[in-house]
């Protein structure tokens, strides 16, 4: 167990790596279909193919869209049907790279030269961890599914806070489902359902473009700041996710519009309430530190 | 007999005897091409099909192997690509076929029939035949057809036909448990059957027969006929004048009419001599009756 100085370090060691991770490149944008909406800070753009991504970039894509992320360590990841994802960076100093991921279909696989590093994929009701293997996700509001097509995976359940829960090593060619409904169940073989669902060309290998995309360079266009609804998602998403959006969007909850969503929606997040009514609990901590003098 | 009656018996029966020979060596000759002709068709194709294999093993497959994990995919395999593309060809060429007779296939389609079954047996009897060639009589006429035996050389076959458990599982997902199973390596399994119609070569190497032949009979009457006005009016018909004038010599008949043939071949030689030897015997009886 670490002392109160010990956490204190911790805290700081952390901050540390997130701060470092943050404002570099970890990956770029190869594919980008069908319009794609970035947001980056605060702030709105849109983005195309050979756009440079950092940790903490969200990333949403129409219905239709398809964007696809080349990591520089290897790891691809291809987003479709309105999936969203936001790229959370190493969850430890060394540890898997987490990417938050929201309803829709995705595929995840490494190049033969891909470091092989753990990736961690957070979808609402479960979380996928692995390295250098290859799988399809259907995410859904309130299930996820998932077929390794080649390496292993391990499948963790998540609650609705996103506490972790019981897990299971899932190897390929297997097929994991896991819902509100239903705890986590593996089997050898993909539903049929599933595979008539899936989108056709995540039958096949997921091209490599980053070559091409690096001679193509571009920049984001900064568009405006981040509206609620372009974040809704990830501040209704599980608690341990969004843990770290009050601090990031703490500057928009001046603009009447975006407040009054926030208030509005206040049940779905209500760590936002100390920002909204701060004077609620300046009461409360006026009273404790009188308490103290006393 | 006359002389024109026994040239021209000398000459039928040389005529006959070399059209029997002409006839037979050309009959077979052309027979023997149409069968190597139908034999090349056939080559061809097998080794046509042997393309589409090795194409769709080597360039299909691999492309396919990450659908396969989620269906399988027919066209990835080797015998499916070839009897697919015989399948198309066959849509212009109904009569030639392809097969790869499996004695436990994966594909129902690819079962042995009876006389399949015999070949298989044949080429599985005797592994070191590397074809049989055969002919057999189907609805539509003769076919030639080129069996080569299906061994299996590679262990990259096993995985999908030696036990259900090694296969993939969308293939049995597809064709089920049941079948294809048990493969063993070096085993024959099978054999793949090239079947080419002989109808139309036959035919034609026949229509070639009677052309040629009727070509040859009207060659030979041409000759015949040539050779008969030519024996007539060369031989013939100066010879028997020179024995009627000589007729009328010996019957005391001194002045009959002279006959003389222009030329200088031995038939005017020898007219020119039996006027001189008519001159002297008439200069000669004029001598005796003074």
């Given amino acids: 167990m670490l002392g109160r100085p010990g956490r204190l370090e911790f805290a700081a060691l952390l901050i540390c790596v997130s701060a470092s991770a943050f404002g570099q490149a970890v990956g770029m944008l190869t594919v980008a279909d069908g319009g794609v909406v970035l947001v980056r800070g605060s702030t709105t753009y849109t983005a195309g193919q050979g756009v440079a991504l950092q940790n903490g970039d969200m990333l949403a894509l129409g219905p239709k869209g398809q964007v696809q992320i080349e990591f520089e360590d290897g790891a691809i990841l291809n987003l479709t049907r309105g999936s969203r994802a936001w790229l959370l960076g190493p969850q430890s100093p060394g540890g898997e790279i987490g990417v938050a991921l929201q309803p829709g279909w995705v595929k995840f696989t490494w190049t033969k030269a891909a470091k092989g590093r753990p990736y961690r994929y957070i979808m609402p009701l479960a979380s996928l961890s692995a390295a250098r293997a290859t799988g399809v996700l259907r995410i859904g509001e309130s299930s996820a599914e998932a077929f390794i097509e080649s390496g292993a995976a391990r499948l963790v359940e998540l609650s609705r806070t996103g506490s972790p829960a019981a897990g299971r090593d899932v190897k390929g060619g297997e097929f994991a489902v896991r819902s509100a409904a239903q705890a986590l169940a593996v089997s050898p073989r993909p539903s049929a359902e599933f595979i008539k669902a899936m989108p056709g060309y995540f039958r096949d290998d997921l091209p490599v473009f980053i070559s091409r995309a690096r001679t193509a360079k571009s920049e984001p266009t900064r568009e405006h700041e981040a509206t609620y609804a372009e974040v809704e998602p990830w501040l209704k998403a599980p608690t341990s996710i969004r843990k770290h959006l009050v601090e990031r969007f703490r500057s928009r909850a001046k603009d009447p519009q975006f407040r009054g969503k926030l208030i509005e929606n206040l049940a779905a997040h209500p760590e936002w309430d100390r920002i909204l009514f701060p004077e609620k609990y300046k009461e409360g901590t006026e009273k404790a530190e009188k308490a103290q003098t006393r | ?290």
Avoid at chain 2, 6 to 30: M, P, Q
Avoid at chain 2, 118 to 142: F, H, K, M, S, Y
Avoid at chain 2, 271 to 285: H, I, K, N, P, W
Wanted: hydrophobic share 45%; glycine share 4%; proline share 5%.
């Fill in chain 2, 1 to 290: 007999m006359k002389l024109i009656i026994k040239f021209n018996l000398v000459f039928l029966l040389i005529f006959a005897v070399g059209l029997t020979i002409a006839a037979y060596i050309s009959r077979d000759l052309l027979e023997r091409n149409a069968r190597d002709e139908v034999l090349q068709n056939a080559r061809i194709m097998m080794e046509a099909a042997l393309a589409a294999r090795t194409y769709t093993s080597n360039q299909v497959r691999p492309l396919l192997e990450t659908q396969m994990k989620y269906e399988f995919r027919p066209q990835s395999v080797p015998a499916y690509a070839a009897t697919e593309q015989f399948n198309d060809l066959r849509k212009k060429f109904v009569d030639y076929s392809y097969k790869e007779a499996t004695l436990n296939p994966t594909n129902p389609r690819d079962r042995v029939n009876d006389w399949e079954g015999d070949i298989v047996t044949q080429l599985r009897q005797n592994p070191e035949r590397a074809e049989i060639i055969g002919e057999r009589e189907t609805l539509t006429g003769r076919a030639l057809y080129l069996a080569r035996p299906i061994q299996i050389k590679s262990e990259a076959c096993l995985p999908c036909h030696s036990t259900v458990d090694a296969a993939p599982k969308t293939m049995i997902d597809l064709y089920g448990p049941a079948n294809g199973f048990g493969w063993k390596l070096n085993e024959i399994v099978g054999a793949q059957i090239v079947s080419v119609p002989m109808t139309l070569p036959v035919k034609r190497s026949e229509d070639t027969f009677k052309v040629f032949l009727i070509s040859l009979t009207a060659v030979f009457a041409f000759i015949f006929v040539g050779l008969n006005l030519m024996l007539y009016y060369i031989v013939i018909w100066p010879v028997t004048k020179l024995a009627q004038v000589a007729d009328q010599v010996s019957l005391g008949n001194l002045e009959a009419p002279g006959f003389s043939v222009k030329g200088k071949d031995e038939i005017a030689a020898l007219a020119g001599s039996f006027e001189r030897m008519r001159t002297s015997l008439v200069q000669a009886m004029k001598m005796l009756g003074e």
